[in-house]
């Protein structure tokens, strides 16, 4: 049992890597360019399918077809955000979401026609690195291509932060995040800075697509799952941060392993359930500081409901100091 | 001589516009007398989705609350019926009473998703409903993915089980379409039509714009909900990756963004092109669906205000208008 549970908190935390990967795409596209992209998912899946695509027909070996797809997505994302992103931003917070989720539904049924209906993976490409494991003291099994998977995202991570720190491209895209209009005072195109962002995004997803191949299976509606799971990993680890995205990517990963010991169904919706509780807490907590404070706040809420009890009678003599301490 | 405002009142080409409607409801009552029953099934679900869209343009085209996880209250509704009706009750009646419980599952939901921002609470809307999905598979009558159908059904006679959903389909659509037109010429409709072009001019004229949009979040909660029974009970199997799939949610899109969002008679124009649509071009599968896609993205682009804006860019005005015309009087 106590084996059991150590194995699942080992897999689940290496298992957040990949969930670190994807979301730090998502989190990056909401913190700078306030943009929630529905299709990042099926972006996900689209890399993964290009990459199984050259090595399987093109016979490209696995490696070679990865360095070939990434550019070729990240140039995809600078496009897409070029022609449609931003054009839909123009139009408010409706169109983004309309035309992500319509790129989606192309996306998916797109692949589907393209590539049918069958579950591809990559895991037959990489050899034995698909199920080579190291045993550690008490019997501990450690894959070795989640191992890889994970310490992937802590660099991925590190690099982006070590980008957004210290370079030109990365000074532009937090300045535009900060003040968009301040940054283009300052000569920093926010548009190039925007489209940036995208295709760093795009090719995070890609990246993280390939991996979900390796490890296991994909299908041309795998997408929106993924999606799902980059964006609770995100809300968990805190929105707009890039070290939150591997603290929450852990978190879904572990509390989806736990979830999976006490039923093969439970995985997912441990996940969720974690999400929807980071999301009251949160809330709740934003609600209390609005009304100063957890004590304050409790406090009007027991006068409110006790008025409506007994029916509007007059409010008591010592209320408490809530407006002083908002 | 004293000047001031009055809200017009409805216009004459409305007043025509609603009496044809009239009796174009009229003419689907009577439909079964004489209609085949492919063209009654076909019909009912030309219904459930004049529903779906007239709910879904409720919450984003009037509420400015766009969600892609109304799935989630369509397929709760359909689980709901399935339960009740397992448990004894005449299906009929599990029906109605299915939409009334979702309307109980809905009001803790609207609590916590309508303090998010806009581009979240569409996402959470979603990751809501994959976990609500995720809870009902736990149920051992739904079986996991395998699902179960509604048998006491099948027990009814077919030509009245039809006859009688097609009807509740009809029933459901003008209540809808009677009840949106009611809300939303009235006080509700100023109301969050005020949050939608700028919220916070809204609320600081002292529009309760978490109440506003709490109400049009559980009707449109509703409305989702008895589509949804209806659909179960014509397609009597419940399958959760069906029933609380994505697919709704681009449907219901396309439908109100074709048609012409915010506006009162958009999504049933893009109700009945979805529906000649999916007759003509269904058999093409998952091309037809990347189409429907596409087109969404071209609607959003170019014509983001649907047919319905075309239509009015070309007359002047939009026929049975929600906006509110303040004309001056004197006297």
Known sequence: MFDGVLQ???????????????????????????????????????????????????????????????PAMALMGWVMHATLFQRAMRGGFLLPILVTIGLGAALQNGMFGLW???????????????????????????????????????????????????????????????????????????????????????????LAGVFLAMRGQVTPYSGPAQLIFAFEAVVIGGIGSLGGTLIGGMVLGVSQSLGGLISPQGSLLAGHLVFVSVLIWRLSRDWARDHGGWRASLA???????????????APDRAPSSKGAA | MNRHHVIAGISAPDRRLMAAGGLIALGLFALPLFGSALVVDKLTLLMVYIILAVMWNLLAGYAGLVSVGQQAFIGLGGYFVLRLVESGMPPFL??????????????????????????????????????????????????????????????????????????????????????????????????????????????????STLRVKRWIFLISAVGCAIAGTIWLASAITFQPRSAFGINWSIFMLFMVLVGGLGSYLGPVLGALLFFALQEVFGDFGAWYLAGIGVVAILFALFAPRGIMGLIIGKTGQEPLSMRKLLIMREG
């Open chain 1, 8 to 70: 699942a908190l080992l897999q689940g935390g290496l298992l957040g890597g990949y969930y670190a990967i994807i979301a730090a795409g998502l989190s990056l596209m909401v913190g700078v360019v306030r943009f929630i992209n529905l299709a990042h998912g099926d972006m996900a899946v689209l890399g993964a399918m290009v990459t199984i695509t050259l090595t399987e027909v093109g016979g490209v070996p696995v490696l070679w077809s990865i360095m070939i797809m990434l």
């Open chain 1, 116 to 206: 049918g209906s069958n579950t591809r993976s990559l895991g037959a490409s990489i050899g034995e690195l698909s199920w080579a494991s190291w045993i550690l003291p008490g019997g501990i099994i450690l894959g070795k291509l989640p191992v890889l998977i994970f310490v992937t995202a802590v660099v991925v991570i590190g690099a982006l932060h070590l980008m957004l720190k210290k370079t030109k491209l990365g000074r532009a895209i937090r300045a535009t995040a900060s003040d968009p209009e301040a940054a283009e005072m300052c000569g920093v195109s926010s548009r190039q800075a925007h489209r940036a962002a995208a295709a760093i995004a795009v090719t995070l997803a890609a």
């Open chain 1, 300 to 314: 009007i809420s027991a006068i409110k409901l006790r008025r409506r009890l007994t029916g509007g009678a007059p």
């Open chain 2, 94 to 207: 599990a029906i109605g009473l299915g939409g009334f419980l979702v309307l109980l599952a809905a009001w803790p939901l609207s609590w916590l998703v309508l303090r998010l921002k806009p581009a979240e609470f569409a996402v959470a809307m979603w990751v809501l409903a994959e976990t609500i999905r995720s809870i009902v598979m736990f149920d051992p009558l739904v079986q996991g993915e395998t699902g179960r159908s509604l048998v006491s059904l099948n027990a009814i006679d077919p030509d009245v089980r039809r006859t009688t959903i097609y009807l509740m389909a009809v029933v459901a659509v003008v209540v809808s379409l009677v009840l949106s037109h009611a809300l939303l010429r009235g006080r509700l409709g100023g109301e969050s039509q005020a949050i939608r072009d700028d919220e916070e001019a809204a609320s600081s004229v002292g529009v």
